[in-house]
């Protein structure tokens, strides 16, 4: 198993709309998705689009969200993970686990807001970054998020 294209890098952030207008008036990168919630993971997404990736700025719904405690210890914000394609995620999530990395939650990969099939690495296996491994998404899908 090897990594793929990054897919994105995931910033957490107090509010999503506040967070993706510095990335269009600071950066120009005005190309961004409406918010959308996403209940069942806890968060509520923007995706600003760059020719070869994309910033999902995430934030807490409700103290139960997995960037609740993140956003308590770094109030302003800040980068919360990177996610990398891999061509078979099960695959991926065995490898992770046959190579001695911690594949958080129960292990299962769950479908994340891009609308495919997403793994998290623990941190403390990559020097403190919080990895992401998502299933390719098919050729016309991708920069186009469920
Ligand atoms: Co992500």
């Known amino acids: 198993m090897k990594i793929g294209r ?14 993706a207008k ?17 209940a069942h993971l ?5 995706f600003v ?4 990736m994309q910033i999902e700025l995430i934030e807490p719904l409700g103290e139960a969200s997995p960037i609740h405690k993140f956003l308590e210890k770094n109030p302003a ?17 065995d490898a992770m686990i046959a190579r001695g990395a911690r594949v958080l939650g129960t292990g299962e990969p769950y479908i994340g807001a891009h609308g495919v099939p997403v793994i998290f690495v ?13 299933q390719a998404p098919g050729e016309g899908d991708h920069g186009d998020p469920a």
């Open 6 to 19: 990054l897919n994105h890098v995931g910033v957490a952030c107090p509010n999503v709309e506040a967070a």
């Open 22 to 38: 510095v990335y269009a008036e600071l950066y120009g990168a005005s190309e961004a998705t409406p918010a959308k919630d996403f």
């Open 42 to 46: 806890g968060v509520r997404v923007v």
């Open 49 to 52: 689009s760059l020719p070869n």
């Open 77 to 93: 914000g800040g980068q919360h993970h990177m996610c990398f394609e891999v061509a078979d995620i099960i695959a991926a999530r």
């Open 122 to 134: 623990h941190p403390k296996d990559t020097g403190g970054v919080l990895v992401e491994l998502m």
